[in-house]
């Protein structure tokens, strides 16, 4: 989806029925209230909180009246509507009202704070067309200014990345090997434990990626990082006393690795 990250932390959630709506809270015996504090008159669910509440279902109807018809359905299954006829626009538009409608939810039930339904939704779609014209704007730039160089024939090259999730309390880390040609031999990502630094979260995901081409016997590989500090680090010895020097000889010991 081409929607914000915390909107797609959110949507994951939200197909899998994870966000602490009223009646999840008391199905864990958190409450015993499962009532919409907004209209004090249904069982508060997923669907109930973000598309049928009667403070804002009526709203659902100017974008997807055929859609919200159907109240059986999850949110997951109406995000599969959109995904078999190929209207991926529409998917995003769609998360981020229910996303927005869910942020308005907890205003009130958090903060006692009642928000237009209208302007909240403004607001989401507004931040939906900035977001797509910045990326539109930075894929163009990062295609001017940084272009992927090949290794030399008998290499493959390991990129190597990592990201914060906040809102998980975790970190991702991701790896792409490809060939000099370009072409994509693996990729994988990983959920890990949250970590403070940036130093730390490159240098995992380094570890990670290497690890894999051990265990699969890849050998010859060239590592690109965006992170110097560590790259430089590994090429010197210079940080394997500091707090990270464990990780840093393990990724030394696995460069070292010789299979067979």
Same mark, same amino acid.
């Given at each position: ?9 959110f949507?994951w959630?939200?197909c899998?029925?994870?966000?602490? &709506?009223?009646?999840?809270?008391? @199905?864990?015996?958190? &409450?015993?209230?499962r009532?919409?504090?907004?209209c004090n008159a !249904?069982t508060?669910?997923l ?6 509440c009667?403070m804002?279902?009526?709203f ?5 009246? !055929?859609?919200?018809?159907? +109240? ?10 959109f995904?078999?006829?190929k209207?991926?626009s ?5 998360f981020?009202l229910i996303? #927005?409608?869910w ?7 958090? !903060?006692?704070? /009642?928000?237009d339904? /209208? ?17 539109k &704007?930075?894929?163009?730039q990062i295609? +001017? ?7 030399d ?5 390991l990129?190597?990345?990592g ?9 991702g ?7 000099y040609?370009? @072409? ?8 890990e ?7 730390e ?7 990670r990626g ?11 590989? $060239?590592?690109?990082?965006? #992170? +110097? ?12 006393? #500091?707090?990270?020097?464990? $990780? ?7 460069? &070292?690795?010789?299979?067979?």
């Amino acid at each position: 989806m081409k929607v914000p990250s915390k909107v797609k932390i959110f949507a994951w959630r939200a197909c899998k029925d994870g966000l602490p &709506t009223a009646l999840n809270l008391e @199905k864990k015996h958190i &409450t015993r209230q499962r009532i919409c504090s907004l209209c004090n008159a !249904e069982t508060e669910d997923l669907n109930h909180a973000v598309i049928y509440c009667k403070m804002i279902e009526g709203f659902w109807n100017n974008f997807f009246p !055929e859609l919200v018809k159907n +109240k059986c359905r999850s949110i997951k299954e109406k995000a599969l509507v959109f995904c078999e006829k190929k209207e991926f626009s529409k998917l995003d538009v769609f998360f981020m009202l229910i996303w #927005s409608f869910w942020f308005r939810r907890n205003k009130y039930v958090h !903060e006692q704070i /009642r928000l237009d339904p /209208r302007k909240i939704a403004d607001k989401a779609l507004g931040l939906l067309a900035s977001f797509n014209s910045a990326r539109k &704007t930075n894929c163009v730039q990062i295609r +001017k200014y940084f272009k992927w160089s090949p290794p030399d024939i008998n290499f493959l090259k390991l990129n190597v990345d990592g990201a914060t999730f906040k809102e998980l309390d975790r970190v991702g880390i991701g790896v792409v090997l490809k060939h000099y040609s370009g @072409k994509v031999i693996m990729a994988m990502s990983k959920i890990e434990i949250s970590v403070e630094e940036s130093e730390e979260i490159e240098l995992l995901a380094i570890f990670r990626g290497m690890q894999l081409c051990v265990n699969l016997g890849i050998q010859n590989i $060239l590592i690109e990082s965006d #992170s +110097k500090l560590v790259i430089e680090a590994l090429q010197t010895d210079s940080m394997l006393n #500091s707090s990270l020097g464990v $990780l840093y000889r393990e990724v030394k010991l696995l460069a &070292t690795h010789k299979i067979g």
